[in-house]
C-alpha cells in the first residue's frame, strides 16, 4: 500500500462511528482529504493522529448535539396541555434538580432594549431577557452557586407551549421592606444618609478618581488591594453599620468575587453588585444581593486571563492572590471546597454546560473553568506550603466537603445520557429523593459535630 491508501485505510476506520451517528463522507470527499495530508510532509504517524482528532471532535459534537435535541423531546414527553390562565412553561434547576411548571407571565415595561419587568403568576416580579448565549449562562451559573453556596437569584428557562426556548428570567429578590441598591447607588445614599464624614469624602475622591476615565486597566499591584478596600469602606460607611453586619457583608462579597473568578464572569462591575437595605425600628440593616446577571462574553479589549472587578480590568491571579493573602479569613472555606472537590465540580460544570450550551460555546467554556479551578488549586497549595492549617479550620474543612457532597447528589441522576435513557421519567424523582437523603444526612452529622463541642 502506498501513502495516500494507507491514509485511505485511516480514514475509512475513523468513519465507522461517524457513519453510525448518521455522518457520512462521500468517495470523492475522502479521497480529497487523502491527498492533501498525503502531500504534506507530516509523517504517517502525525498524519493519523491528525485524522483521529478531527473525527473524535466531530463524534463528539455529533453526541453533543443529539443530546440537546433530546432534551426537547424530553421536555415536551414531560408536559401536559397549558391549563386556563397559564401562558407559558418555566425550567428551573433548583439544588440541582429539573423542576417545569406551568405559569402566566404578564410584560409590565421594558427596563432596557434586553430586560422586561414581568408579572409572575400575579404574585411576583421578575426580569425577562431574550434568548442568548450571555443568558444560558445565567442558568449555569445558578447552579454553580448552589454548588459552592453563593447566593443567586432564581433562574427560569422559559418556554411556550410547544417547548420552544422564549428567554430566560430572573424573579426579583427584593423581600418586603426592602430595597435594592447597586454599590453605584449605595455610595449616593451613604452621602445622603451616612453621619461618617471623613470617610464619605474618602469614597468619593476614590470613586471620582477611578471613573473618570471609564474602565481602565489596573495601574499596579498595590491597587489590587485598593481597589478591593475600597468596597470594605462603602460597607463600613453605611448608616447604622455594625461590625458584625460589616463584616457578613465582606465576607459574602469575597466569596461572590471568587465564584466570579470561577465562572469566569465578566460582569463585574460596581453597578451589577448590590445591597438588600432594610429599615426597622428607625435603624437600617443590609444583605449582600444575591448574585445575578453573571455571564461569560467575549471582551478581546480585556485580554486573555483577565476579568472585571469594581473599577478596573484586572488580571484574575493577580487579583486572586490579592484576595487570598489579604482576605484569608473570610474566603479559606470557598477556595478549600473548591481545591478538595475539584474533580467532582468540573465533572458537574461539564454536565450542566452540556445542557445549554451549543458545541463551540460549551468546549470553550468547559476549557475556562478547568483553567480557573486549577488556578485556584494551585493558590491553595501554595497557601498550604507558608502556613499549617488549625483544628478548627480541618474540621471546618470537613464540614464543608460534607454538605457539598449532600448538595452535588442530584445532580449525579437528573441529568439525562444515553446510558440512561430508559429512566428519563424518574429523573425527577430520583433527584429529590436524593437531595432529601444526603441533606439528611449532612444535618446529623453537623448536629452531632455541635453536641460534641458543647460544654456541660
Known amino acids: ?38 502531500a504534506t510532509d507530516k509523517t504517517l504517524t502525525e498524519i493519523s493522529n491528525l485524522i483521529d482528532n478531527k473525527f473524535s471532535n466531530q463524534v463528539r459534537k455529533i453526541k453533543h448535539n443529539n443530546q440537546l435535541a433530546s432534551l426537547r423531546e424530553y421536555y415536551l ?20 434538580v429539573k423542576v417545569l411548571e ?63 426556548p422564549q428567554g430566560v ?13 447597586s454599590l453605584e447607588e ?66 459574602d462579597y469575597l466569596n461572590m468575587k471568587i465564584f466570579e473568578l470561577l465562572t469566569n464572569s465578566l460582569n463585574n462591575n460596581l453597578s451589577n453588585i448590590g445591597l438588600m437595605v432594610n429599615k426597622k425600628n428607625l435603624k437600617y440593616t443590609y444583605r449582600l444581593s444575591p448574585s445575578y446577571d453573571k455571564y461569560t462574553i467575549d471582551l478581546p479589549a480585556i485580554g486573555e486571563g483577565n476579568t472585571i472587578c469594581n473599577f478596573f480590568i484586572v488580571n484574575k491571579r493577580e487579583l486572586l492572590n490579592t484576595i487570598i493573602n489579604t482576605c484569608y479569613d473570610e474566603v479559606k472555606g470557598i477556595i478549600r471546597l473548591i481545591s478538595d472537590n475539584k474533580d467532582t465540580l468540573i465533572s458537574i460544570i461539564n454536565q450542566v454546560s452540556k445542557e445549554h450550551l451549543e458545541y463551540n460555546e460549551y468546549n470553550k467554556y468547559y476549557k475556562l473553568i478547568t483553567e480557573n479551578i486549577n488556578m485556584i488549586s494551585e493558590a491553595v497549595i501554595t497557601k498550604k506550603a507558608e502556613r499549617t492549617d488549625t483544628q478548627q479550620e480541618r474540621e471546618e474543612f470537613e464540614n464543608n466537603n460534607l454538605l457539598y457532597k449532600s448538595r452535588i447528589a442530584p445532580f449525579t441522576n437528573n441529568y439525562i445520557s444515553d446510558e440512561y435513557e430508559e429512566e428519563k ?27 460534641s463541642k458543647m460544654q456541660f
Open 1 to 38: 500500500m502506498n501513502r495516500k491508501e494507507l491514509i485511505i485505510k485511516h480514514i475509512k476506520d475513523r468513519l465507522v462511528e461517524l457513519k453510525e451517528l448518521g455522518k457520512i463522507y462521500s468517495d470523492e470527499k475522502i479521497n480529497t482529504l487523502a491527498s492533501e495530508l498525503a
Open 77 to 96: 414527553s414531560s408536559i401536559d396541555k397549558l391549563k386556563k390562565g397559564n401562558n407559558c412553561y418555566l425550567l428551573s434547576y433548583e439544588q440541582g
Open 102 to 164: 406551568q405559569a402566566y407571565l404578564q410584560d409590565l415595561e421594558d427596563v432596557s432594549p434586553f430586560l422586561k419587568l414581568v408579572n409572575v403568576n400575579n404574585k411576583t416580579k421578575g426580569f425577562k431577557k431574550e434568548n442568548s448565549v450571555n443568558n444560558d449562562y445565567e442558568l449555569i451559573m445558578s447552579d454553580i452557586a448552589f454548588l459552592l453556596n453563593i447566593d443567586y437569584a432564581k433562574t427560569y428557562r422559559i418556554f411556550d407551549e410547544k417547548m420552544n
Open 169 to 181: 428570567m430572573n424573579l426579583s429578590f427584593v423581600e418586603k421592606n426592602e430595597r435594592f441598591l
Open 186 to 251: 449605595a455610595l449616593r445614599f451613604i452621602k445622603e444618609e451616612s453621619p461618617k464624614f471623613t470617610l464619605t469624602q474618602e469614597l468619593l475622591e476614590y470613586h471620582d478618581k477611578n471613573i473618570k476615565h471609564g474602565l481602565a486597566s489596573i495601574p499596579n499591584k498595590e491597587e489590587y488591594k485598593s481597589n478591593l478596600e475600597y468596597v470594605f469602606k462603602l460597607f463600613a460607611a453605611l448608616p447604622d453599620i455594625t461590625e458584625e453586619n460589616i463584616s457578613k457583608l465582606k465576607h
Open 425 to 451: 421519567g424518574s429523573t425527577l424523582l430520583l433527584g429529590i429523593v436524593a437531595a432529601v437523603l444526603f441533606i439528611t444526612i449532612g444535618i446529623i452529622i453537623l448536629t452531632i459535630y455541635a453536641v
